[in-house]
């Protein structure tokens, strides 16, 4: 029913910037998450319907802003202040019931994820 595909990842020097999009958000509540080498999942930032209901987890606070364009499908990510520790496989999930969760097993879609890799 629903078909997330992730893009803007890439390599980029600590403190610089980049901006993920994940295509086909639809009427749903999006998060993304994101897995560094050899670390669990871990969640990053979620919105509702409504652009202005929003949560971000605390080390992501102040340098990520999640938004989406429901004219577009379209739910962005972006990454400014970039630090090594960043570097993961980011992913975008969708959740069709109603409510912002950061637990990766509320969310019933995926992206294929897109790596995000930040030199030293």
């Known amino acids: 029913q629903v078909q997330l595909v992730e893009s803007g990842g890439g390599l980029v020097q600590a403190g610089g910037s980049l901006r993920l999009s994940c295509a086909a958000s639809g009427r749903t509540f999006m998060g993304w998450f994101r897995q560094p080498p050899g670390k669990e999942r871990e969640f990053v930032a979620a919105?509702?319907?409504?652009?202005?209901?929003?949560y971000y987890a605390d080390f992501v606070k102040g340098r990520f802003t999640i938004s989406r364009d429901n004219a577009k499908n379209t739910v962005y990510l972006q990454m400014n202040s970039l630090k090594p520790e960043d570097t993961a496989v980011y992913y975008c999930?969708?959740?069709?019931?109603?409510?912002?969760?950061?637990?990766?097993?509320?969310?019933?879609?995926w992206g294929q994820g897109t790596q995000v890799t930040v030199s030293s």
């Open positions: 919105i509702s319907w409504i652009p202005g209901n929003t």
């Open positions: 999930a969708a959740k069709s019931s109603l409510g912002i969760s950061t637990m990766s097993r509320e969310y019933d879609y």
